[in-house]
């Protein structure tokens, strides 16, 4: 199964926020994630919280064979737990998902071992 990886920005002054809505979405929320993750074909994720000189970013890694297909699916289905999702995600990072996100795929530069 192919891995993938994202960085996501966390609002300076933020980052209690993102720890919660890690917790929440693995207690409160973890049918819904789940069935999100399942209908994107995701079979595995993990969200770091990373600090940098230049802010802080949750780095999800995640695997899964269509690289965009939780992102088509956060954009486009209008029920509860993709809404939830969506308006966390835009709290936290200030990313609003109701599209595309910008610019191109991730790409692979290295992977080891070589597949």
């Known amino acids: 199964m192919p891995v993938h990886n994202f960085v996501f920005p966390v609002v300076a002054g933020k980052e209690d926020l993102a720890r919660h809505f890690a917790k929440e979405v693995v207690s409160d929320h973890a049918d819904d994630y789940a069935a999100l993750m399942e ?12 600090e940098t000189p230049v802010g802080t970013f949750i ?11 939780i992102f088509e699916i956060l ?8 809404t939830w999702m969506r308006g966390r995600i835009e709290e936290c990072g200030g990313i609003e ?7 191109p795929a991730p790409e692979l530069i290295l992977e080891w071992p070589p597949a």
């Not at 209908?39 to 990373?50: D, F, M």
């Not at 780095?59 to 297909?69: I, M, T």
């Not at 998902?97 to 610019?103: I, Q």
């Open 75 to 82: 954009a486009t289905r209008t029920d509860a737990a993709a």
């Open 59 to 69: 780095l999800v890694w995640y695997e899964a064979d269509e690289v965009l297909k």
């Open 97 to 103: 998902l109701s599209g595309p996100p910008p610019g």
């Open 39 to 50: 209908a994107s074909g995701t079979t595995r994720v993990t969200w770091t919280l990373q």
